[in-house]
């Protein structure tokens, strides 16, 4: 079985900081890892994703997430968050099954 | 570039009524197609996928079919609704059904049932 743990129901955060939002992983085998963002009332967006290689890992609007295989985690990050930047973000992870598991989501909130 | 489709946007539906949601892709074929039920804006459920037309693959036994009459169409349906089925309904498509590949979701349905 896979699965991906968010938690964080919410982080609030100053614009112009940096951000994290959380996600630790489990599965057996190797872990395709990737990170999505929902504004209100839309359907999801593909921010970026981690297969292999490099730890670090850049995607879209200047997020970045690190995988830590040790710690199974797969954190989500931005040097200087943007208001524009709040919505629902869910960590979702594939591993020998092919179907996306979805964390339960973590509201990122910036404030000016 | 690739596009897709839902529709409607928005469905208000009495109980014991039928469904039918449409989801398209433009600009890739024989894409992998996939719909989720959000409930309570948070949690995704994936309902059904399928990898070519006429195949539909069930993840969770309830009260909706999927049927794919075209490569690129993927269509939820419902003979008689429930207040349970009411959630917001997303689509998804991807490249390869393999780990490896990132889903794409169109703009998503939001259906009550009243």
């Known amino acids: 079985a896979q699965s991906v743990a968010q938690p964080e129901d919410q982080v609030n955060v100053a614009e112009g900081n940096p951000l994290t939002v959380k996600c630790t992983y489990s599965v057996s085998g190797n872990p395709y890892l990737f990170w999505y963002v929902q504004y209100p009332n839309r359907g999801l967006q593909f921010l970026l994703k981690?297969?292999?290689?490099?730890?670090l890992v850049k995607g879209s609007y200047g997020f970045e997430a690190e995988f830590n295989k040790s710690q199974t985690s797969f954190h989500l990050k931005k040097p200087s968050a943007l208001v524009s930047d709040s919505a629902l973000y869910f960590c979702?992870?594939?591993?020998?099954?092919?179907?996306?598991?979805f964390g339960t989501g973590t509201r990122l909130q910036v404030t000016l | 570039s690739q596009t897709i489709h839902q529709w409607p946007a928005t469905l208000v539906q009495p109980v014991g009524s039928p469904l039918s949601l449409e989801c398209t892709v433009e600009g890739t074929s024989n894409p992998n197609l996939y719909w989720y039920r959000q409930a309570a804006g948070r949690g995704l459920q994936l309902l059904f996928y399928?990898?070519?037309?006429?195949?539909i693959s069930s993840e969770v036994p309830q009260n909706l079919s999927a049927s794919r009459p075209q490569d690129r169409q993927f269509i939820l349906s419902s003979k008689k609704l429930l207040l349970s089925d009411s959630g917001f309904y997303l689509c998804a498509w991807s490249v390869g059904l393999a780990g490896t590949y990132e889903q794409y979701f169109g703009p998503g349905t939001r259906l009550t049932v009243t």
């Open positions: 399928s990898v070519g037309i006429g195949q």
């Open positions: 979702a992870i594939t591993g020998t099954a092919s179907k996306l598991t």
């Open positions: 981690y297969i292999t290689g490099d730890n």
